[in-house]
C-alpha cells in the first residue's frame, strides 16, 4: 500500500480547487497528480516538472488565498522542509506565553489582516450568514490558513457540520477574558472559537461536542503547529483555539 504523504494531500486540495482534478485527494503522488501538476505549471508560466517545488507551492497559495497583495507581503514565505509544506513559525512551533502576547504580537488590534477560509463556515449567532474571510493577526495567518486547508482535505462537509467546525463562533474582538480583567487572547487576533452553542464555557468532555472523538484528528492539526485547545489542556471552554501557551 503506498503512503500517504500530507504535503501532497495539501497539493492534491489545492490543484482540485482550482480546476485542476486529481481525483481522490489521497496524499499519493501517482500519475494523475503528476499530470495535474503539470498542467497547472504550464497554464502559470513554471517549469512543468510534475513536482512540487517552492515556485509551485508559491503559486498554489497565491491562487488559493484571498489576501490582498499588501496583505501577502506581510506573511512570511512558505518553503519545502523534509518533504512538508512549511513556514515561519511552522510545524510544532512554540507560541509565546499569553503573559508574553503583548510583547511578540504588538497591541490589541495591531497587524490584523484577513484571510480566505476553504470551505463555508456559518456564524455562530446567525447560521443564515456564511462566512469565507476571518480576520487574524499577520503572524499566525500562514498556520491558521494551512490548518484550515488540512481541515478541508480531512473533513468533508458533512462530517464538518456534525461536529460543529464550520460554527464559526468568532476570532479577531478586543475585550476582556470572560469573567476575567485581562485581555482575551481574540484581542490579538490570535484565537478561534468554534460551534459554542454545543461548547460552552464551563462545560467539561462530558458535554461539549469538540470532546467527543470524531474532533480529535481537527485539534491534533492546531496542536501539530504549536497551538493550544483549552479543552484539552483544561477541559473547559472546549470551542477555544488559541496561539499562546498558559
Not at 504588538?106 to 489582516?113: A, F, S
Not at 458533512?158 to 467546525?165: D, L, Q, Y
Not at 485547545?229 to 471552554?237: H, I, K, N, T, V
Request: proline fraction near 5%; aromatic fraction near 8%.
Amino acid at each position: 500500500m503506498s503512503k500517504v504523504d500530507g504535503f501532497v494531500a495539501w497539493m492534491q486540495s489545492r490543484l482540485t480547487a482550482h480546476g485542476f482534478s486529481v481525483g481522490p485527494v489521497d496524499g499519493i503522488n501517482g500519475p494523475v497528480t503528476v499530470a495535474a501538476l503539470r498542467a497547472f505549471q504550464t497554464r502559470h508560466g513554471l517549469n512543468a516538472s510534475g513536482t512540487g517545488d517552492a515556485q509551485t507551492v508559491a503559486a498554489l497559495r497565491a491562487s488559493a488565498s484571498a489576501l490582498t497583495p499588501s496583505e501577502a507581503a506581510k506573511v512570511p514565505d512558505r518553503t519545502i522542509k523534509n518533504g512538508h509544506l512549511v513556514g515561519e513559525p511552522n510545524n510544532h512551533a512554540e507560541w509565546p506565553r499569553q503573559v508574553s502576547v503583548p510583547g511578540v504580537f504588538g497591541k490589541p488590534g495591531e497587524g490584523i489582516i484577513t484571510v480566505e477560509v476553504p470551505f463555508a463556515m456559518s456564524l455562530a449567532w446567525d447560521k443564515s450568514i456564511k462566512v469565507r474571510r476571518i480576520s487574524c493577526h499577520e503572524l499566525v495567518a500562514p498556520s491558521t490558513v494551512r490548518i484550515l486547508e488540512r481541515t478541508a482535505v480531512l473533513y468533508n462537509e458533512r462530517e464538518r457540520e456534525a461536529i460543529g467546525i464550520s460554527v464559526y463562533g468568532g476570532g479577531f474582538n478586543i475585550r476582556k477574558m470572560r469573567g476575567g480583567q485581562s485581555l482575551s487572547m481574540h484581542s490579538y487576533g490570535i484565537a478561534f472559537d468554534f460551534d459554542p452553542e454545543r461548547n460552552q464555557l464551563r462545560w467539561n468532555r462530558g458535554r461539549a461536542r469538540l470532546a467527543q472523538d470524531d474532533a480529535v484528528p481537527f485539534w491534533e492539526l492546531w496542536e501539530d503547529e504549536g497551538w493550544i485547545s483549552l479543552g484539552r489542556e483544561r477541559d473547559f471552554d472546549w470551542m477555544h483555539v488559541q496561539a499562546a501557551r498558559l
